[in-house]
């Protein structure tokens, strides 16, 4: 006893020394966070950089923005982000490609500094529009969902076009930008921070709302998506951050499709029977579309159709599925040097360098689908631990499960080598023609022969 009991407090000693206990819990941390999103989205944070905030104010800011990202994650094919701050006027400060992880993000959030005077709210909501619709953003059709987030601290009092508004009259136009941009699918969160932004009571007890939280409320459209702080220090709390990042990390289609858990028996019922007909249409109105779309296509596309883009949605559970892609999506796993003649350009050489940007082409497709078909994966466990109830034994999201990882972790990176293998034969070739021999000498009659040793 007394030996185990000295080895039991050795271990204790060397854990500490060696710091394997706070590695652990270091790496849990950093888990839990690389796990906050369970889908995959592209976001744009609009800051105010107004007079009214103080230097100290800022620091809290852009904490907020850091704090924003580090729990949804940046990388290449996976969450995209872009960042606007706004005051005189607006200006773009991060595009969607200008990082694509999460550290380098995070620092050129601190390298901020803030200027102006005015709250021109109109024109952040602008820059934070464009953020979304170019530089790296907008462009991936397979996106679960597209968010602009924006924080201010006092009323409107500037325009995109220099006149001072303030006032419920002057405040029509931001309003219709505000819809625009909902319109075009982009989901907007508001906060408000100080007391432009709070409900109080009247004399005859009744709740009256500050013009500032009318105005979130307005733009927004839906109350649920303003969130208000008494004060700047507050917004990096953990509760308020994860009130702002659950919007942006969950799947519209399964939000809406997907009731929770504390629900009663009947309200069970009448999700299950409502979430069947919403299914039942969206996949009749998705049907109609795709045999429309299809009918009026091209005649130059019958010749190769486009690869899938991202997940479908399973008509049974209304959730996503990654129904595998095969190879004939992607030509250039089994090309041969008999079809490099197929591919534009008079010389040889010519050809070569298109098949080559085909493959390229090609390998981008299959990273955009496996970042895809991860987000999916990530979106079904996070389903599968909340509303597993909903789901009988969960079987079929299980074998949901399974069918992401099969394509995403198995066959996608075999598919990304063997294209990487024939882009290098490719280049090779390339290579040859552009040296000294090939530009004296160029395969005769027998050149496929002396090729196709090389391409089996």
């Given at each position: 006893?007394?030996?185990l009991?000295?080895?039991?407090?050795?271990?204790?000693?060397?854990a500490?020394?060696?710091?394997?206990?706070?590695?652990?819990?270091?790496?849990?941390?950093?888990?839990?966070?690389?796990?906050?999103?369970?889908?995959?989205?592209?976001?744009?944070?609009?800051?105010?950089?107004?007079?009214?905030?103080?230097?100290d104010?800022?620091?809290?800011?852009?904490?907020?923005?850091?704090?924003?990202?580090?729990?949804?994650?940046?990388?290449?094919?996976?969450?995209?982000?872009?960042?606007?701050?706004?005051?005189?006027?607006?200006?773009?400060?991060?595009?969607?490609?200008?990082?694509?992880?999460?550290?380098?993000?995070?620092?050129?959030?601190?390298?901020?500094?803030?200027?102006?005077?005015?709250?021109?709210?109109?024109?952040?909501?602008?820059?934070?529009?464009?953020?979304?619709?170019?530089?790296?953003?907008?462009?991936?059709?397979?996106?679960?969902?597209?968010i602009?987030?924006?924080?201010?601290?006092?009323?409107?009092?500037?325009?995109?076009?220099?006149?001072?508004?303030?006032?419920?009259?002057?405040?029509?136009?931001?309003?219709?930008?505000?819809?625009?941009?909902?319109?075009?699918?982009?989901?907007?969160?508001?906060?408000?921070?100080?007391?432009?932004?709070?409900?109080?009571?009247?004399?005859?007890?009744?709740?009256?709302?500050?013009?500032?939280?009318?105005?979130?409320?307005?733009?927004?459209?839906?109350?649920?998506?303003?969130?208000?702080?008494?004060?700047?220090?507050?917004?990096t709390?953990?509760?308020f951050?994860?009130?702002?990042?659950?919007p942006?990390?969950?799947?519209?289609?399964?939000?809406?499709?997907?009731?929770?858990?504390?629900?009663?028996?009947?309200?069970?019922?009448?999700?299950?029977a409502?979430?069947?007909?919403?299914?039942?249409?969206?996949?009749?109105?998705?049907?109609?579309?795709?045999?429309?779309?299809?009918?009026?296509?091209?005649?130059?596309?019958?010749?190769?159709?486009?690869?899938?883009?991202?997940?479908?949605?399973?008509p049974?559970?209304?959730?996503?599925?990654?129904?595998?892609?095969?190879?004939?999506?992607?030509?250039?796993?089994?090309l041969?040097?008999?079809?490099?003649?197929?591919?534009?350009?008079?010389?040889?050489?010519?050809?070569?360098?298109?098949?080559?940007?085909?493959?390229?082409?090609?390998?981008?497709?299959?990273?955009?689908?496996?970042?895809?078909?991860?987000?999916?994966?990530?979106?079904?466990?996070?389903?599968?631990?909340?509303?597993?109830?909903?789901?009988?034994?969960?079987?079929?999201?299980?074998?949901?499960?399974?069918?992401?990882?099969?394509?995403?972790?198995?066959?996608?990176?075999?598919?990304?080598?063997?294209?990487?293998?024939?882009k290098?034969?490719?280049?090779d070739?390339?290579?040859?023609?552009?040296?000294?021999?090939?530009?004296?000498?160029?395969?005769?009659?027998?050149?496929?022969?002396?090729?196709?040793?090389?391409?089996?």
């Amino acid at each position: 006893m007394k030996l185990l009991v000295v080895l039991l407090v050795g271990l204790v000693a060397y854990a500490t020394a060696h710091n394997i206990v706070g590695n652990v819990n270091h790496n849990n941390k950093h888990k839990a966070t690389s796990d906050a999103c369970t889908t995959f989205s592209e976001f744009a944070l609009v800051l105010d950089e107004s007079k009214s905030i103080q230097p100290d104010d800022w620091k809290d800011v852009k904490n907020f923005a850091s704090e924003i990202v580090q729990k949804v994650g940046i990388s290449t094919y996976g969450n995209r982000a872009g960042i606007a701050s706004f005051s005189d006027r607006a200006r773009i400060r991060i595009t969607c490609k200008q990082h694509d992880n999460t550290k380098d993000f995070i620092q050129a959030i601190n390298a901020f500094e803030r200027k102006g005077t005015y709250t021109n709210m109109e024109d952040g909501l602008i820059k934070g529009q464009r953020l979304l619709k170019e530089s790296g953003c907008g462009h991936r059709s397979s996106v679960f969902s597209r968010i602009l987030v924006i924080l201010s601290d006092g009323i409107p009092n500037q325009s995109p076009q220099g006149s001072q508004t303030g006032s419920k009259s002057g405040l029509s136009t931001l309003f219709q930008r505000a819809r625009g941009i909902r319109s075009e699918g982009i989901k907007i969160i508001a906060i408000g921070v100080g007391k432009e932004f709070e409900v109080n009571k009247d004399k005859d007890g009744h709740d009256t709302v500050d013009l500032g939280l009318e105005i979130l409320r307005e733009i927004t459209g839906d109350p649920a998506l303003v969130f208000t702080s008494q004060t700047f220090s507050q917004l990096t709390n953990s509760d308020f951050i994860k009130q702002v990042i659950d919007p942006i990390c969950t799947d519209p289609a399964i939000s809406s499709t997907v009731a929770p858990t504390t629900t009663k028996r009947t309200t069970t019922q009448t999700t299950k029977a409502t979430t069947k007909a919403t299914t039942k249409a969206t996949t009749k109105a998705t049907t109609k579309a795709t045999t429309k779309a299809t009918t009026k296509a091209p005649d130059a596309t019958k010749a190769r159709p486009g690869p899938p883009t991202g997940p479908t949605v399973d008509p049974d559970t209304g959730v996503c599925r990654c129904r595998g892609p095969t190879e004939k999506d992607f030509p250039g796993l089994s090309l041969s040097v008999f079809d490099i003649e197929h591919f534009p350009g008079e010389a040889r050489k010519d050809k070569v360098k298109s098949a080559i940007l085909d493959i390229v082409k090609q390998s981008r497709q299959i990273k955009e689908l496996q970042a895809n078909y991860n987000g999916c994966k990530r979106s079904l466990r996070h389903i599968l631990l909340k509303t597993v109830n909903q789901y009988k034994d969960g079987t079929q999201l299980f074998f949901n499960i399974d069918e992401c990882t099969v394509n995403a972790e198995c066959k996608f990176p075999t598919w990304l080598n063997r294209l990487e293998e024939k882009k290098c034969k490719l280049e090779d070739e390339l290579r040859w023609y552009q040296g000294t021999f090939g530009r004296i000498y160029d395969y005769g009659e027998n050149a496929y022969q002396q090729l196709s040793g090389v391409w089996k």
